[in-house]
């Protein structure tokens, strides 16, 4: 038992980006989940969970995405202790802003911190991401990958993981709007169609490769270009009331170019602070909801760098 608690912000991450499905995310600074722990004799314990959304959070660490994945941590270093873990959630459920993902990852991250560092990066995405599989459904690790490693992340394959993060340029900013609407996120899978046109294949193939070579080498306006989706964006726009007008607003103040963040409901917009500051892009937005009654929280941002210890 220790009377020292190790503190680990997690940040929000955004998955998809344009025609990256599945396969592209990029770490915020923040908002973030703070996740607590200090090693007692055995077993794992939620013992406060504080935050949006804190009472939809099982304290079961068998149902709770903190535990579970610190857990697999633990299980993988042999090690011979237990954890006690507070959360305090900064994003709420349902988000589309990687919030059980961030809890995934924080509480890997936090159980590798205690256990003396021993796992590689590629073995902590993978304790992240089953943890997330068994809360949210379905393995992927396109939120966990960024929140653990920061930057934009790229994932070649999930079996065997096969996962890169490329720094975007300094200039890049980001807004994240969250309209007051829950998407689960297998709702939003539910949707999705089973086939895709080769057209739009190829479509996809050209902005994702342009995408990557835009973070690639700092061009700003081939990021704006390449951020575009003909096939999962279409599907899900019912799911997110307003979406055509939230981005087309966040474009006209100064976005270069505007998505549904993850899953929905969040939108994702990123912009040049060479030219911006962001706040008419989150007004903006803000104002496109709050004129049809609904409450929307804003973020501005930047790409950040993943888990740390605070
Ligand atoms: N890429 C997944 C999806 C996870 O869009 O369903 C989103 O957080």
């Given at each position: 038992m220790s009377d020292e608690w190790v503190k680990i912000a997690a940040p929000a991450t955004s998955a998809n980006i344009g025609a990256g499905f599945d396969i592209f995310g990029i770490a915020f600074e923040g908002p973030c989940d703070i996740i607590e722990g200090r090693k007692t004799e055995s077993g794992i314990r939620i013992v406060e969970v504080n935050g949006p959304g804190a009472e939809s959070i099982p304290l079961d660490p068998d149902k709770n995405s903190v535990s579970?994945?610190?857990k697999e941590v633990l299980r993988r270093c042999n090690a011979d202790f237990g954890i006690d873990?507070?959360?305090?959630?900064?994003?709420?459920?349902?988000?589309?802003?990687?919030?059980?993902?961030?809890?995934a990852s924080g509480g890997a991250y936090l159980a590798h911190v205690l256990t003396g560092?021993?796992?590689?990066?590629?073995?902590?995405?993978?304790?992240?991401?089953?943890?997330?599989?068994?809360?949210?459904?379905?393995?992927?690790?396109?939120?966990?990958?960024?929140?653990?490693?920061?930057?934009?992340?790229?994932?070649?394959?999930?079996q065997p993981l096969d996962v890169m993060s490329v720094r975007p340029p300094e200039r890049l900013g980001i807004v994240a709007a969250l309209p007051d609407v829950l998407v689960p996120t297998k709702d939003a899978r539910?949707?999705?169609p089973?086939?895709?046109a080769l057209k739009d294949m190829v479509f996809h193939i050209g902005h994702a490769s342009s995408l990557v070579y835009g973070m690639m080498s700092g061009d700003i306006d081939l990021i704006g270009r390449s951020i575009a989706d003909a096939v999962i964006e279409p599907a899900r726009a019912k799911l997110v009331?307003?979406?055509k007008e939230a981005e087309e607003a966040a474009k006209a103040n100064g976005a270069i170019s505007s998505c549904i963040g993850g899953s929905g409901p969040c939108i994702l917009s990123l912009f040049d602070k060479d030219k911006t500051d962001g706040k008419a892009i989150?007004?903006?937005?803000?104002?496109?909801?709050?004129?049809?009654?609904?409450?929307?929280?804003?973020?501005i941002t930047n790409c950040g760098l993943g888990c740390r210890r605070i």
């Open positions: 579970i994945a610190a873990i507070k959360i305090t959630k900064g994003i709420r459920p349902c988000s589309g802003m990687g919030s059980s993902g961030a809890s560092e021993k796992l590689s990066m590629n073995d902590l995405i993978i304790c992240a991401a089953m943890a997330e599989g068994v809360t949210s459904g379905g393995f992927h690790a396109d939120n966990v990958a960024p929140c653990l490693m920061g930057g934009f992340t790229i994932i070649r394959s999930n539910a949707v999705l089973k086939e895709v009331p307003h979406i989150a007004e903006a937005v803000r104002k496109v909801y709050s004129d049809s009654g609904m409450k929307c929280d804003t973020w």
